[in-house]
């Protein structure tokens, strides 16, 4: 994962990360730009899945993307959140 740093829009380098849960990382990163040296603490996390495992695990629930979703599991979901 690349990300630009905030205040010189460099390229950062990820120095290392540490594992918050099986879908979240805690990762620091280092600006490459060395006028700059900015370095930051960053969480990752995976928000939601663009297609379901064919090898699920039953502790692990992420949503499918709305993208994904066929309109009746989207009203079934706006029931849920509206009832
Ligand atoms: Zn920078």
Redesign the pocket.
């Known amino acids: 994962m690349t990300m630009i740093?905030?205040?010189?829009?460099?390229v950062?380098n990820r120095r290392s990360s540490l594992e918050q849960s099986d879908v979240t990382r805690k990762a620091y990163y280092l600006?490459?730009?060395p006028k700059?040296?900015?370095s930051f603490v960053a969480f990752e996390q995976i928000s939601h899945a663009v297609k379901q495992s064919a090898m699920p695990d039953q502790s692990v629930n992420l949503p499918l993307s709305k993208s994904k979703r066929t309109k009746q599991e989207q009203e079934e979901m706006f029931n849920e959140v509206h009832s």
Not at 5 to 10: A, D, E, L, S, T
């Open positions: 740093c905030p205040h010189c829009k460099h950062t600006c490459s730009n700059c040296s900015f």
